[in-house]
Every structure is written in structure tokens, then in C-alpha cells.
């Protein structure tokens, strides 16, 4: 997500947005460095746990790949009811 904000705002500056991050693409390419700090820390702190929590995301990304992407709600219910 952070990469995706940061190449929409450098290529779109002039998009209309709901919401502005404060900061704007200095914040969120911070965020982004102590993300990828962190990532690696958990590796180094404990690599088992690491591994766990790879596992889980893998096993989600798995599930969301087989099963739920095949049934997501194309509108919501408003939008259902409108038309």
C-alpha cells in the first residue's frame, strides 16, 4: 500500500482524493523504511516466529487465491438497492 501511494501520487498529483495523508509521500516513504526495518528484525530477533507468521500470510494469500476472490460483492448494498 505504501509503494502503491507513493507511485499514485507521483504519477497522478492531480487525482481527486477522499482522503490526504499528512505528510504526504515523505510519511509514507518513512513508514515504508521502518516497515521493511522491522520485516527484517523479526527474522533476525526470532526466525521460527518469522516463519509461522509467513506461513499464516502464505495460507490467507492461498484461501483468497482458491476461494474467496471467485465470490467478492461486486457493489454494495446501496448500490444493489439503486439499481
Given amino acids: 500500500m505504501m509503494v ?7 504519477r497522478a ?4 482524493r477522499p482522503y490526504r495523508t499528512p505528510g504526504g ?3 509514507t516513504g ?3 523504511i ?3 526495518f522491522a520485516l527484517v528484525a ?3 530477533v526470532d526466525t521460527v516466529a518469522a516463519l509461522c507468521c509467513l506461513g499464516v500470510f502464505a495460507a490467507f494469500m492461498l484461501y483468497f487465491a ?3 476472490r ?3 460483492v461486486a457493489n454494495s448494498p446501496d448500490e444493489e438497492l439503486a439499481g
Fill in 4 to 10: 502503491s501511494h507513493i507511485v499514485l501520487r507521483s
Fill in 13 to 16: 498529483p492531480e487525482m481527486h
Fill in 25 to 27: 509521500i515523505v510519511t
Fill in 30 to 32: 518513512f513508514a515504508l
Fill in 34 to 36: 521502518v516497515a521493511a
Fill in 42 to 44: 523479526t527474522f533476525l
Fill in 66 to 68: 482458491l476461494y474467496s
Fill in 70 to 72: 471467485h465470490r467478492l
